[in-house]
């Protein structure tokens, strides 16, 4: 492996590691200032960002983005370690991973930026279909596609692609506890079962992508020794 796959690596691993970490303090900060929340209509949603810090919710929402983007770097990474004869696999795996990251970012930007500055000036028309915390809002059900469909798909494929190793084998469990986590997600939110989908996309992501930052880094670390 040359050196500047093998930092690209390295570095993509840590921030995604960082950005998930991050992520974790904001969701204790959430919890800890506010109750659960679910957006029935603009009214009840107005009140409760009028009434509660929206800090950790921005912190959260911006991290995400730099997840997003380091995950991208890192499935880049992943391509260029597959072997030859298994490319079109993580080929395939990389273009979902693409179109993972395009729709996260842009749904996670609008959440920073636009439906923020609305809610400052109280601008509301049409903002409800924007509103991450609508579940039947557009955006929302655009974010949810990346996160259960595309990303799964992306690590299932990635999960096929590399061969059995003895230092990629953590790895690999990383990939196939994401891409389940993801497909019984997919199921949840289509079927409207709440719990199923908050477990797998919280829990069962969160123990994923941890696993699979603390094993890439590890990997990375074995190889240049």
Same mark, same amino acid.
């Given at each position: 492996?040359?050196?500047? /796959?093998?930092? #690209?690596?390295?570095?993509? !691993?840590?921030?995604?590691? $960082?950005?998930?970490?991050?992520?974790?303090?904001?969701?204790?900060?959430?919890?800890?200032? &506010?109750?659960?929340?679910?957006?029935?209509?603009?009214?009840?949603?107005?009140?409760? /960002?009028?009434?509660?810090?929206?800090?950790?919710?921005?912190?959260? =929402?911006?991290?995400?983005?730099?997840? !997003?983007?380091? +995950?991208?770097?890192?499935? %880049?990474?992943?391509?260029? $370690?597959?072997?030859?004869?298994?490319?079109?696999?993580? =080929?395939?795996?990389? @273009?979902?991973?693409?179109?993972?990251?395009?729709? &996260?970012?842009?749904?996670?930007?609008?959440?920073?930026?636009?439906?923020?500055? @609305?809610?400052?000036?109280?601008?509301?028309?049409?903002?409800?279909?924007?509103?991450?915390?609508?579940?039947? &809002?557009?955006? &929302? !059900?655009?974010?949810? +596609?990346?996160?259960? /469909?595309?990303?799964?798909?992306?690590?299932?494929?990635?999960?096929? @692609? %590399?061969?059995?190793?003895?230092?990629?084998?953590?790895?690999? $469990?990383?990939?196939?506890? $994401?891409?389940?986590?993801?497909?019984? @997600?997919?199921?949840?939110?289509?079927?409207?079962?709440?719990?199923? #989908?908050?477990?797998?996309?919280?829990?069962?992501?969160?123990?994923?992508? %941890?696993?699979?930052?603390?094993? !890439?880094?590890?990997?990375?670390?074995?190889?240049?020794?």
């Amino acid at each position: 492996m040359n050196k500047i /796959v093998y930092r #690209t690596g390295m570095l993509s !691993s840590v921030l995604c590691l $960082i950005s998930f970490v991050v992520w974790i303090i904001a969701f204790v900060g959430i919890t800890a200032i &506010s109750p659960l929340f679910l957006c029935t209509n603009m009214t009840d949603y107005i009140d409760f /960002v009028n009434s509660y810090n929206q800090f950790f919710q921005y912190l959260a =929402k911006s991290f995400m983005i730099i997840f !997003s983007l380091s +995950f991208i770097i890192l499935a %880049f990474v992943f391509n260029e $370690i597959v072997e030859v004869e298994r490319k079109l696999l993580s =080929k395939l795996a990389l @273009a979902f991973a693409i179109m993972f990251a395009t729709l &996260s970012c842009l749904h996670y930007w609008v959440q920073v930026t636009s439906v923020r500055w @609305a809610l400052e000036e109280e601008v509301y028309a049409g903002l409800q279909h924007f509103l991450q915390s609508y579940p039947r &809002s557009f955006s &929302s !059900s655009v974010n949810m +596609f990346a996160w259960t /469909v595309l990303l799964g798909l992306s690590n299932l494929l990635f999960y096929i @692609a %590399f061969k059995p190793e003895r230092n990629f084998k953590s790895v690999k $469990i990383a990939l196939l506890i $994401i891409a389940f986590s993801c497909l019984i @997600a997919t199921i949840g939110f289509l079927l409207q079962i709440d719990f199923i #989908t908050f477990l797998c996309i919280n829990i069962g992501l969160g123990l994923g992508f %941890f696993w699979l930052t603390i094993s !890439s880094i590890r990997y990375f670390i074995k190889i240049k020794v």
